[in-house]
């Protein structure tokens, strides 16, 4: 079956972009397990993002980070946007209800 590895850069990340389509007790839960505040923390990894190559020009970071939704619910355009501007992510409509 291989190996898996889970970096806690990865798992940072798809915790911070759930935070950021959270709501009321989940957003403050989340907030507290990752001990940010929701808008320093995307503006973190937006930050990263846009300066990595700075600090290794000839280095490439690929990351597979994704976000899975029902494909029956709505996503609001701007938690789309936030994706893309801050993660570098997309999320992905999932049959979740037929196909688990």
């Keep these: ?31 507290g397990v990752l001990r940010v505040d929701s808008d320093a923390i995307h503006s973190h990894f937006s930050g990263f993002f846009s300066n990595l190559p700075a600090y290794a020009e000839n280095v490439k970071l690929h990351i597979a980070n994704r976000m899975y939704c029902e494909q ?24 979740f209800r037929n196909n688990s």
């Excluded at 850069?9 to 403050?28: D, E, H, P, V, W």
């Excluded at 029956?72 to 409509?93: F, G, H, M, R």
């Design 1 to 31: 079956h291989g190996n898996i590895f889970c970096s806690p850069f990865s798992i940072s990340a798809a915790l911070s972009m759930a935070l950021g389509g959270a709501r009321s007790n989940t957003a403050k839960e989340l907030s």
């Design 72 to 95: 029956t619910y709505p996503v609001l355009e701007s938690y789309l946007s936030l994706l893309k501007d801050n993660y570098e992510a997309t999320i992905e409509s999932v049959d």
